[in-house]
């Protein structure tokens, strides 16, 4: 079987490059309730940037005139696209107005894949510190049982 650290190990070096896009990602589906469908479509032009309380406006399913609706993000996920976008133009990414949030470089699909295993991966190593735990205090108490029969006035 192969242990946790060794499958996190696996994931960090694919995570880490994701890390900003990722962080993005998670903060505007927490944010503003986005879908993840949703996020493939948001381009740069869907952000109108609202300086006064550190935050965007951003218009989802803009293309449709039948779901178009607007939604805005918390100044944390603001902060994290400007960041996201500065680490792409540090990159020499030339961002223009029809830029996608998300570049195609990252997958969106792949992204939430890696999600869905790190968390698979979470719940495995919480139920294997859960099983370690149960071990030891099983292990104590035999040995607490083991010391008091010893240490008994009959023994």
């Given at each position: 079987?192969t242990t946790v650290p060794i499958l996190m190990k696996r994931?960090?070096?694919?995570?880490?490059?994701?890390?900003?896009?990722?962080?993005?990602?998670?903060?505007?589906?927490?944010?503003?309730?986005?879908?993840?469908?949703?996020?493939?479509?948001?381009?740069?032009?869907?952000?109108?940037?609202?300086?006064?309380?550190?935050?965007?406006?951003?218009?989802?399913?803009?293309?449709?005139?039948?779901?178009?609706?607007?939604?805005?993000?918390?100044?944390?996920?603001?902060?994290?696209?400007?960041?996201?976008?500065d680490y792409r133009r540090r990159l020499g990414d030339p961002?223009?107005?029809?830029?996608?949030?998300?570049?195609?470089?990252?997958?969106?699909?792949?992204?939430?894949?890696?999600?869905?295993?790190?968390?698979?991966?979470?719940?495995?190593?919480?139920?294997?510190?859960?099983?370690?735990?149960?071990?030891?205090?099983?292990?104590?108490?035999?040995?607490?049982?083991?010391?008091?029969?010893?240490?008994?006035?009959?023994?």
């Open positions: 079987m994931y960090s070096r694919f995570a880490s490059s994701v890390m900003s896009e990722l962080r993005v990602m998670i903060l505007l589906i927490a944010c503003t309730g986005l879908r993840m469908g949703a996020l493939e479509g948001l381009q740069w032009f869907h952000f109108v940037e609202m300086p006064e309380q550190r935050i965007y406006r951003i218009t989802v399913y803009a293309k449709s005139s039948k779901d178009k609706y607007y939604t805005f993000c918390a100044p944390e996920c603001a902060a994290a696209i400007d960041s996201y976008l961002l223009k107005m029809t830029t996608p949030l998300i570049r195609e470089q990252f997958d969106i699909r792949q992204i939430c894949s890696c999600i869905s295993q790190c968390i698979i991966l979470y719940w495995d190593h919480l139920h294997y510190q859960r099983v370690t735990q149960a071990l030891r205090n099983k292990n104590k108490r035999k040995s607490c049982e083991h010391m008091a029969l010893e240490n008994s006035p009959s023994h």
